[in-house]
């Protein structure tokens, strides 16, 4: 990644997605700035790009377009060109994350679809600028997307709003070599995890049934990232990589089988 520079937006601190994968581009020679969403955070995050050799933090709440303008403009008067964008952001009221979708308000889905989903085509419009000679954009989403998991609820649909934009953004942007993909990681307690109504017994579950038999880390999550923001993966686009220890392709519990 030596020569390459990208944004990384949802840092919010060492157990975040975006910091396994920062740790990764950074460790391979790539140059980051780094959006963040509120004063609060900017204090946890300052000292965390500093570990990885970056002054470049930019204020972005990516609900609002002039914000995300703004922050745009900003990245552009310190660098001309981008080579990457990693999406790493999403958000819904944590009392519509127990209890049953059936339950969900008007204003909450709308505020879970614009940031956690909508934020991508924001964000892809604005970084396709700054790409002239193509780029990579990834984003995160989770397999509540793909099949119902308990309490997921509204976000679980953002993330199937999200995970279909990848697609629509990979074909309208392919031409322009700009690649879209995303990374479906397996659940990892951070801040936004926390949300989620019984995140540990989902964490346990996974660990007993996925076909590695265990949990994964921001570690492996940032080893993906690596590979679909660098050349490894030039022929990629489109994709939903799954780094959840293989949890996806399994259709039964894995246990002894009862005696029946
Ligand atoms: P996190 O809390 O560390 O990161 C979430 C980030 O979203 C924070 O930095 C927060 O500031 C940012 N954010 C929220 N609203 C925003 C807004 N309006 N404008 C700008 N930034 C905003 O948690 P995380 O788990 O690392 O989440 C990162 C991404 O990974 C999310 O999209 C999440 O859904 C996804 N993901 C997480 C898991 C998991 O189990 N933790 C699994 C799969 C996918």
């Given at each position: 990644m030596?020569?390459?520079?990208?944004?990384?937006?949802?840092l919010?601190?060492?157990?975040?997605?975006?910091?396994?994968?920062?740790?990764?581009?950074?460790?391979?020679?790539?140059?980051?700035?780094?959006?963040?969403?509120?004063?609060?955070?900017?204090k946890?995050?300052?000292?965390?790009?500093?570990?990885?050799?970056?002054?470049?933090?930019?204020?972005?709440?990516?609900?609002?377009?002039?914000?995300?303008?703004?922050?745009?403009?900003?990245?552009?008067?310190r660098?001309?060109?981008?080579?990457?964008?990693?999406?790493?952001?999403?958000?819904?009221?944590?009392?519509?994350?127990?209890?049953?979708?059936?339950?969900?308000?008007?204003?909450?889905?709308?505020?879970?679809?614009?940031?956690?989903?909508?934020?991508?085509?924001?964000?892809?419009?604005?970084?396709?600028?700054?790409?002239?000679?193509?780029?990579s954009?990834?984003?995160?989403?989770?397999?509540?997307?793909?099949?119902?998991?308990?309490?997921?609820?509204?976000?679980?649909?953002?993330?199937?709003?999200?995970?279909?934009?990848?697609?629509?953004?990979?074909?309208?942007?392919?031409?322009?070599?700009i690649?879209?993909?995303?990374?479906?990681?397996?659940?990892?307690?951070?801040?936004?995890?926390?949300?989620?109504?019984?995140?540990?017994?989902?964490?346990?579950?996974?660990?007993?049934?996925?076909?590695?038999?265990?949990?994964?880390?921001?570690?492996?999550?940032?080893g993906?990232?690596?590979?679909?923001?660098?050349?490894?993966?030039?022929?990629?686009?489109?994709?939903?990589?799954?780094?959840?220890?293989?949890?996806?392709?399994?259709?039964?519990?894995?246990?002894?089988?009862?005696?029946?």
């Open positions: 030596q020569g390459k520079r990208g944004l990384i937006m949802g919010a601190n060492t157990k975040s997605l975006a910091w396994g994968i920062s740790k990764a581009l950074a460790e391979a020679g790539a140059e980051l700035a780094f959006s963040y969403q509120g004063e609060a955070l900017e946890r995050v300052r000292p965390l790009a500093a570990e990885l050799g970056s002054d470049f933090l930019i204020p972005c709440d990516v609900s609002d377009m002039d914000n995300l303008d703004a922050a745009f403009e900003t990245l552009k008067q660098w001309e060109t981008i080579d990457f964008v990693v999406h790493a952001i999403g958000f819904s009221d944590k009392n519509e994350l127990r209890g049953q979708y059936v339950d969900t308000s008007l204003d909450n889905f709308l505020m879970t679809m614009n940031i956690s989903a909508y934020s991508l085509v924001a964000v892809t419009q604005r970084a396709a600028k700054m790409m002239p000679d193509g780029g954009i990834v984003t995160l989403t989770y397999y509540g997307a793909e099949k119902v998991i308990p309490h997921y609820n509204v976000m679980g649909v953002a993330k199937a709003a999200l995970e279909t934009s990848v697609q629509y953004l990979a074909n309208d942007l392919g031409p322009q070599n690649r879209v993909n995303a990374i479906s990681a397996g659940p990892i307690k951070t801040l936004a995890a926390s949300g989620i109504g019984d995140f540990r017994y989902i964490l346990k579950w996974n660990e007993l049934n996925s076909p590695l038999r265990r949990n994964v880390t921001i570690e492996d999550v940032g993906a990232g690596l590979y679909l923001c660098s050349d490894m993966s030039s022929g990629v686009t489109g994709e939903n990589l799954h780094v959840d220890a293989g949890y996806h392709v399994v259709g039964m519990k894995q246990e002894d089988a009862p005696d029946i």
